[in-house]
């Protein structure tokens, strides 16, 4: 094995490890493009990473005269790098004193000190992520080996960017389905399961504080009257604007959820004293009063509130107990 296949084949190891891992892409790349400077006949190596959607943007380089190279593609939108990309071949100029293919960047990049470019796409089947570009300060081809190598490094280097891609949409995912799991989907509020996981850290928090956590639970009067009236759309539209407007009369830290229905709950940690919770009671009472306006027509309400206040050996479900019998 040659010195150059024994260095190809350390590259390929490393990112045959990575795979696996969620190691990040900056990384991995910055590492990739560095290597290759050290065992390919070029004196510049870079990673552009483009999309349909988006405007080119730099990914990587070995120092900063291929990253200028890389920069100055993405600002010309033009270069070896966009034509890669968008035909899915690779580019070779020798000499780019006698490159015609690109007029803008061409002239800069020479004035810049470059002689050669070789850029190869970084593409699996249909799918496209940029392009690999090799750049050298002296004319002159690249060997076929060489060329072999570097596609050959482009090529893996797509299939951990693909893997990378698809971790992060499982990561994506997941975190959407937790989102979703966790609140209510009408009001965007945290649901019960979410208010139990709430109220248990403040319990956590008042057995190191010693201050005390109040449990509101409203209920809106008369609401099945309003939906009735007004349309379940309208009904809906009118849950959302009550949630808007008790947000609005919250502290710092309170969490406000929907129960079910009309059912509304906030958690009050951290309350240097009891009295303090009348008067957002009070506060929340005056701004449901408040008239509201959905779909054209102005609605009333009214609302009942319950206070419960954890005691040292309650749980979540004990404090939310005793708040929906103080409500009634």
């Not at 070029?42 to 405007?55: E, N, P, Q, R």
């Not at 190598?149 to 959407?176: C, E, K, M, P």
């Not at 506060?283 to 449901?288: E, G, K, N, Q």
């Not at 609605?299 to 004990?318: C, M, Y």
């Amino acid at each position: 094995m040659t010195t150059t296949e024994r260095q190809l084949s350390d590259v390929l190891s490393e990112f045959a490890r990575t795979m696996l891992t969620d190691f990040p892409i900056q990384a991995i790349l910055d590492q990739l493009v560095r290597r290759i400077v050290e065992f390919m006949p070029v004196t510049g190596a870079g990673v552009t990473l483009i999309s349909d959607t988006t405007s080119p943007r730099y990914a990587t380089a070995s120092d900063g005269a291929a990253l200028a190279y890389e920069k100055l593609q993405s600002e010309l939108h033009e270069g070896p790098c966009i034509a890669a990309y968008r035909t899915g071949r690779a580019v070779a100029i020798a000499d780019l004193r006698d490159e015609v293919r690109f007029p803008s960047f061409a002239p800069r990049a020479l004035e810049a000190g470059l002689s050669a470019v070789f850029t190869f796409p970084l593409r699996h089947r249909n799918k496209r992520f940029g392009a690999l570009d090799l750049y050298r300060d002296t004319p002159g081809p690249l060997d076929d080996d060489a060329m072999t190598v570097a596609q050959t490094l482009a090529d893996v280097t797509s299939a951990y960017l693909l893997n990378a891609q698809a971790r992060s949409d499982l990561l994506d995912s997941s975190a959407q389905a937790r989102a979703l799991a966790l609140h209510d989907v009408l009001t965007g509020l945290p649901n019960r399961t979410l208010l139990l996981e709430r109220i248990q850290y403040a319990l956590l928090c008042r057995r190191r504080s010693e201050r005390h956590v109040a449990i509101l639970f409203i209920d809106l009067d008369g609401f099945k009257k309003v939906n009735d009236s007004v349309g379940h759309q309208a009904g809906d539209d009118l849950l959302v604007a009550v949630a808007a407007r008790i947000i609005e009369m919250l502290r710092p830290g309170d969490t406000l959820a929907r129960l079910s229905g009309d059912e509304f709950i906030i958690v009050c940690p951290e309350l240097e004293t009891k009295d303090l919770v009348e008067g957002i009671a009070a506060r929340l009472v005056t701004a449901i009063a408040s008239s509201f306006e959905v779909g054209g027509v102005v609605v009333e309400l009214s609302a009942s509130v319950g206070i419960a206040f954890a005691d040292q050996d309650d749980d979540p479900e004990d404090v939310l107990h005793k708040a929906d019998i103080a409500m009634y």
